[in-house]
């Protein structure tokens, strides 16, 4: 098993996933100065509904956003993950097409549909044909930079869809809770790196190495952070892993802890707990790590940190990217390439 030491990790990180993992919260910041100084072309009073349409950390964006504004926003918010867009769309959507490169053939068919629909459309974009389009037809663009893996560029794609709504006053200024966002990732950046020996993402990683990850969580709020989880560890530490949520896991998935003791053995689950989480799913949480004592190792529990709900989102995010960055390592893993991604693009282009 590799040591995890910045000259080990070296060997291995070769186009510096580690970096833009580390300045996530410069990221966040960079995205917030961004997005204030887009005015967005959409009348607010011809807005019924909200969709999101994006795949990957696009999508990603739009669940975490929807899930932290659930109990604060009067609109619906839907998140499309699909080349059309479901039939409530019309005129009175406000449609949020989103993708970091620009090029995702998903949703700049669901673009399209917008445009034909009569939706207002506002885009979040590198560049690409989305960006191109967009700017052809006037539609208000939130650009962002370029030169990230789309799974890196979290923070571009989350916090202009915070200043859309603002812009459009459907929410209050996100600005005091992005602060101790910030201010909260840049410590957990200082607990996390490298160098220090023994810190909780290293300690985490080395539990899950070999383990086949099983991330549960909490409505309200963190449905986002335990697909965020999974796909991170698919993509940067290139190994299955698998999410669901308390409390609906409580009436079918448990059931599954069955016969195939030996099999139930190579996951490992892993807690993600937030203080505010209602207090039936905390004792059904204690409950249920309770049932599992028998079924599989201990469970990690990862508690969610900061007073503000984003704060408490995006800190478990980031444990999370630390996490499968150290697992990547120790699999002796490069975190940043997507070979398999890559090729299946390759072929639906030919």
Request: charged share 25%.
């Amino acid at each position: 098993m590799p040591e995890l030491n910045p000259s080990e990790i070296a060997k291995y990180d070769t186009s510096d996933m580690l970096g833009k993992i580390l300045n996530f919260p410069q990221q966040l910041q960079e995205a917030q100065n961004l997005a204030r100084g887009v005015k967005v072309q959409v009348n607010p009073e011809k807005i019924a509904n909200i969709c999101i349409t994006g795949m990957g950390g696009s999508a990603i964006s739009g669940d975490l956003v929807r899930t932290y504004l659930a109990e604060r926003i009067r609109l619906p918010i839907f998140v499309n993950r699909y080349y059309r867009l479901p039939h409530f769309v019309n005129d009175q959507t406000l449609v949020i097409a989103s993708s970091y490169s620009g090029n995702t053939e998903e949703t700049l068919e669901s673009y399209e549909d917008a445009s034909e629909r009569g939706a207002q459309i506002v885009c979040v974009t590198s560049g690409g044909q989305l960006a191109e389009r967009a700017a052809a037809r006037g539609i208000s663009i939130y650009k962002i930079p370029t030169g990230f893996p789309p799974r890196s560029a979290l923070g571009y794609l989350t916090v202009p869809l915070l200043y859309c709504f603002h812009n459009l006053n459907l929410i209050s200024d996100p600005a005091g809770e992005l602060q101790e966002t910030i201010d909260l990732l840049n410590n957990l950046k200082e607990e996390y790196k490298p160098e220090i020996e023994n810190n909780l993402a290293k300690e985490i990683s080395r539990k899950l190495h070999n383990k086949i990850p099983l991330v549960y969580a909490p409505v309200n709020g963190f449905e986002a952070v335990a697909w965020r989880w999974k796909g991170q560890f698919s993509e940067n530490s290139k190994v299955l892993a698998f999410c669901n949520l308390f409390p609906e896991l409580n009436h079918n998935e448990i059931m599954g802890w069955g016969p195939l003791k030996s099999i139930n053995r190579e996951f490992q689950v892993v807690y993600l707990k937030d203080k505010e989480a209602h207090p039936q799913v905390l004792k059904r949480m204690e409950i249920t790590k309770e049932i599992l004592a028998n079924e599989t190792d201990p469970i990690i529990e990862v508690e969610s940190r900061g007073k503000s709900l984003l704060a408490r989102i995006f800190s478990l995010i980031y444990t999370g990217d630390m996490v499968s960055f150290y697992l990547a390592i120790l699999n002796k893993e490069d975190p940043t390439p997507v070979k398999k991604i890559d090729y299946l693009k390759a072929r639906l282009t030919r």
